[in-house]
């Protein structure tokens, strides 16, 4: 089955709608009971190097009823004076063959409306996270 085929079966209307409407690269697959969206070559700030990585998000059974948490970034990323970001240390997931390293994010009780927000939301605070965060 194509990844066209797959993400259509995953991913709802809207949420496949954003990702064609971004112009990202991406697939989609199933990783124990997660959807794992893979998008390519996502833009980094500044202060990080790389400038741009896959990223990773997994959601969660029952999504969007249930908040995403956390995502993952390949190649590891650092920051520009050689650290590790904050909360971003850890290479601890196996996927698709590659090691992918944890930005501990955690969504706040309120910050997820569930069955309002999707997609797009969560790559939303991603967004802000890469590039007003630490």
Sequence with gaps: MSNSAVAEILLSEEDLQHLRDK??????????GFVCVVIRTFALAARYTPNAADLLVRLPPNFP??????FWTFPHIRLSTGGYPPQADQIDLTFADRQWQRWSRHLEEGQWRPGRDNLQTF???IRRELQEGA
């Design 23 to 32: 112009g990202y690269e991406f697939s989609v697959s199933q990783d124990g």
């Design 65 to 70: 009823m249930a908040r995403p948490d956390m």
């Design 123 to 125: 790559l939303g605070i």
